[in-house]
């Protein structure tokens, strides 16, 4: 998986933010350790629905943004959390490891 590793200055930094969030490969890792790293996840097309952070290893949903939710396709996943809000860290946190 292709990775960057970008370093600004701090008044360039936001703008650079900006730009990356705009980009529909960008992603924030979400896990619940608190990780926070960003990274292009340019072969999102290829993937099965997740990718790795490169920075802690975590499973991530691409399309959802969240934790991998292990055992579900996206669409079982957002059916089931439309039913039951709280739903992905529960599920997450059982299933992960
Ligand atoms: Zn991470
Ligand atoms: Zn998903």
């Known amino acids: 998986m292709a990775t960057y590793n970008i370093k600004f ?3 360039e930094y936001y703008h650079y933010i900006r730009v990356l969030e705009a980009d529909e490969e960008f992603r924030w890792c979400k896990s ?5 790293a960003g990274q292009l996840v340019s072969n999102h097309k290829k993937l ?3 990718y790795t952070c490169h920075a802690c290893s975590q499973m ?3 399309h ?3 934790e991998w939710h292990t ?4 669409k079982e996943f ?7 809000e709280g739903f992905a860290s529960y ?3 059982l299933t992960s490891k």
Request: net charge negative.
């Open 9 to 11: 200055e701090p008044e």
């Open 32 to 36: 619940i350790k608190g990780c926070g």
């Open 48 to 50: 099965h629905g997740y």
């Open 60 to 62: 991530m949903c691409f």
């Open 64 to 66: 959802y943004s969240v």
């Open 71 to 74: 055992g579900y396709t996206c």
């Open 78 to 84: 957002e059916a089931e959390q439309a039913k039951n």
């Open 91 to 93: 599920i997450i946190i």
